[in-house]
């Protein structure tokens, strides 16, 4: 069994933002030389996510939209865990529905995804290095 | 190491839908010949989803009706993503809900699940053909 | 390749709870005796999560008050899954908020996490047995 470890680092420009990462994660799967297994791509970081979805403009828009619905930033004082000093409590919040992480098959040396599946970098405390971990295991 | 895979197809009836799909993972399973190992069962659409939960139908009106709830289909206007033409916006919402994947452990060639654990493939946008992957590594 | 298997057993004096498992999930690498690979810890329960997040008190109360405005526990008469008896339709999908599983990367025989990354398992209808899988492969 072979395995292979990258960190990709991240400083976007805003609060939130939504960064197509599946070039960089081929990349990795290329430089493993693994032809079969599984590979792990998650956020470090727990104001953030890994997902896969669609590089589509409009959709990120709806899905930044949305969030904000379902757990908006403001007023920052609703949220207990900012009493520590932080004003993130939104950012753990949404990053539980855009999910940790994903599991991507490789086969024949390639990201097993389907034809419109990208692998994303969900920020929602961005404006400072983060990173994410990929972690590949097979043969 | 061993690795398996295959493609399972679905057509559902109508817009969205709820199909167990636990027994046609378990015959993936028997055929790769794998003990000890890792199963990945991933939607490759990204208006869809795998899932784990009970196969009992008055929990997937619940689970229907609540989706219908933090995203709506209608007013399908409110989405950006469908004026590129689709009307399938709230489809790619309530599959982060939902999720992409499961990742099950295999032993005693085996899915290893817990009493009530069946998998679940959930259509957001149906009435198509589209598929599920499954990939299976380990000895 | 190598496998190993354990099962976390908890029983929490209330309906709610946010138990941290980081330390015995980091119990069942060493005694695997893998250096590289991936760990799966999965609630083996449709009403309980394992996820990632913050050991903040704050936080904690944060999830438990969003979960309850996404999915309230009373009625209990607003979930069909309950004329079968049950009143925990609202764990049902309070789980699939905080998801299932998280796959964590094995490296140098440690659980791979960022700075704040801790395991938890969520209890969303507690007071009675309940488990959670360990499934560690790699070499």
Redesign the interface.
Known sequence: ?K?Y?EELWFTTPSRRDYVNVTSQVEKCVAKSGIK???C?V?????TASV????A????L???DR?LET??PHEPTSQ??????GEDN?DA??K???????????V?DGQL??????QIFYGEFDGRRRK?V?V?I???
């Open positions: 069994m395995s470890r079969e297994g599984l792990l998650n956020a470090m970081h727990i997902y896969i979805n669609d589509e403009s409009g959709l828009e709806d899905y949305w379902l757990a949220y207990r865990h900012n009493r520590t409590g753990h919040l990053r539980q529905i855009m999910g940790r992480e994903v599991v991507v098959a086969t097993d995804l389907g034809p419109w599946e990173r971990l972690k295991i097979g043969e």
